[in-house]
C-alpha cells in the first residue's frame, strides 16, 4: 500500500515518534525533511526510486521517501532500539512489503547487485563515519551510476573523491550536502 494524499500521510508520518535521545536517535526534524522533500522533487528522484537509508534511525527519511513515490527502501542500522522503532515505524504505514531492514553497521556493508538511486546518509554528528560508510555502499554495489546521495551532518563534510557535490543546504545547526558519483 503507498501512502498518499495530504492528511493520511500526514497524520501517519507524524505517528513515526520523535526518535530516543537516550539511544542516540535524532529523526531529522519535520522542517529539515520537507525541505529536503521538496528538493528531492526538483531533481526528480523520488517516483520509483529505490532507496538506501545508511544510519536509519527511526526511518524517517525512507518512510517519507516511500510515501511520495519510492518503490521500495533498505534501511541500514545496527542499533537494537532502532531495529524496533524501524520495525513499528514500518507496520505502522504497512509498508513491510516495500521495506527491508539490514541490522547491521552502515561501514560494514556486503555486496548487492540491486543498486539504489537514491541514498540518505544521516550518521550520529561529529564521529566522522559518513565516509566509511560511503565507501562501504560504494564498494558494495549499493550505489547506481546516477544515484543522488544526501548527506546530513552537523557541518559540511569533505567530500570523497569518487563522488562530485552538486548543492549544499544549511539548516540552523545541520548541513545537507547532495552529491553524485563521479
Known sequence: MRIVGGQH??????????????????????RVRETL????RAYDMLDGARVLDLFAGTGALGLEALSRGAQHATFVDDGAKAGQLLKRN????????????????????????????????????????GTTALASALAGGWIAADALIVWEEASPQPVPAE?????RRSFGDTSVQFLTPV
Open 37 to 40: 522533500f521538496n528538493i528531492l
Open 163 to 167: 563522488f562530485r557535490e552538486i548543492e
Open 90 to 129: 514500518i507496520a505502522t504505514l504497512d509498508v513491510a512489503a516495500d521495506s527491508r531492514i539490514i541490522r547491521r553497521d552502515a561501514r560494514k556493508l556486503f555486496a548487492t547487485d540491486i543498486p539504489c538511486n537514491l541514498i540518505f546518509l544521516d550518521p550520529p554528528y561529529g564521529k566522522s563515519m
Open 9 to 30: 500521510r500526514g497524520r501517519a508520518l507524524a505517528a513515526l515518534g520523535k526518535g530516543d535521545m537516550a539511544a542516540h536517535l535524532r529523526p531529522t526534524t519535520d
